[in-house]
């Protein structure tokens, strides 16, 4: 007898939560502990957590968030993207924070110091779709946006954090995808985070990216890793990984034979993401209250093809010739970091020149990144086993046009 759909416990969802988020107590516990601090009116880093894809960054932030709300702290969530504009967003989920804060009625001396701040930036850098009404003309000695957005957003992050005080509230703002922001805005938020780290208000900014998110923020400013508590979080243990299978199908009455979690955890290496697809496969394949080896041998094939076209070639669809090119030689060389030298080679090339702008277009596209200088890695768990199995090992090919190793 099949099992009932209704109660799979799997989640094979981008960002969302599984039921059983295994493996992540003790940064669950560190984010509390930041809170605290905060609510007492002590100086607590931000949070960034970093890595590949499918390792659960987005789950964790949203956990993280919940915790948030669950301590009455006001939340305001936002996912950015390569074409967005971080100084735009700010002033956005700012607005959003004063009005979560309290209904403009209400407003404190802070709170409407913050709106003004937020309605001479709204007209100084003309960003559209902000509209910031005032409660009362008195604003106190909130100033015109200088045009420097360093002072401009550092003199919001501190109204807001002040508002925040007033109100006896925490605000906590949580941006996903952190390695798209521009680095001089990004390098201004940095800048407003210090003062406000300086004056101990109850502010934080929860952040999430990809490995290469560390270099972007020491780019931006060069005291940011002093600013930010960073966890890289990984494929999960193999005891963790076997939690995570195990535990939601026993609370609905289902056990999984351990050779079929080791079977899952060997195909899956782990990843949580990878794990969820897995269990989803195996809760429609079993016929009964007990999950077998073999189910999980007869998943494997069915994951791999979910996997290949849900998840990997949503990847390489519209990628330019010249940057599939560089990705399968890259997986020809396999899973881990790869030195540019080695990368040419494979494409037939004496020397990484040519392909340089290549290697930087998939840096921002997010698909590769450069762990240490002169070399390249996938931001994407067996993305390399994948390219070998659909494409072919090609030489390069010298452009022949300006444009045919851009980003399009």
Sequence with gaps: MALDPVTNPYTPGAGQRPALLSGRDQELQDFRARLQRLERGRAAQCTLIVGLRGVGK??????????????????????????????ATLARVAHQALLELSPPSRWT????????????????????????SLPTADVGDALPASGDPARDVTELLLALGSA?????????????????????????????????AQRDLPLTIVAAGLPQTRGVLAEAATYSERMFETRTVGALTEADAKRALAEPAADEGVAIADAALSEAVRFTEGY???????????????????????????????VREWLDRGFFTFRTDRLPTAQRRYLRAMAELGSHEQASGDIATALGLSSSAPVGQTRDALIRRGLIYSPRLGYAAFTVPQFDDYLRRHFELEAHVPRRRAADDSDG
Excluded: C
């Excluded at 802070?110 to 709106?115: D, P, Q």
């Excluded at 521009?182 to 985070?193: C, R, S, T």
């Design 58 to 87: 987005t789950v964790l932030l949203n956990t993280f968030g919940q915790e948030a709300v669950r301590r009455d702290w006001v939340v305001v969530e936002h996912e950015l993207t390569a074409r967005g504009d971080l100084l």
């Design 272 to 302: 949580p993401f990878f794990l969820q697809v897995f269990g989803d496969h195996l809760w429609r394949l079993a016929s009964g209250d007990r999950i077998t080896e073999d189910d999980a041998l007869r998943a494997g094939p069915m």
């Design 164 to 196: 925040a005080a007033e109100h006896q509230r925490g605000v906590t703002l949580m941006f996903d995808e952190l390695q798209f922001a521009p680095i001089e805005p990004l390098g201004a938020l940095v800048a407003g985070l210090h003062k406000v």
């Design 109 to 132: 001396r802070a709170t409407r110091r913050a709106g003004a701040i937020l309605r001479s930036m709204e007209i100084s850098y003309e960003i559209a779709g902000l509209s910031v």
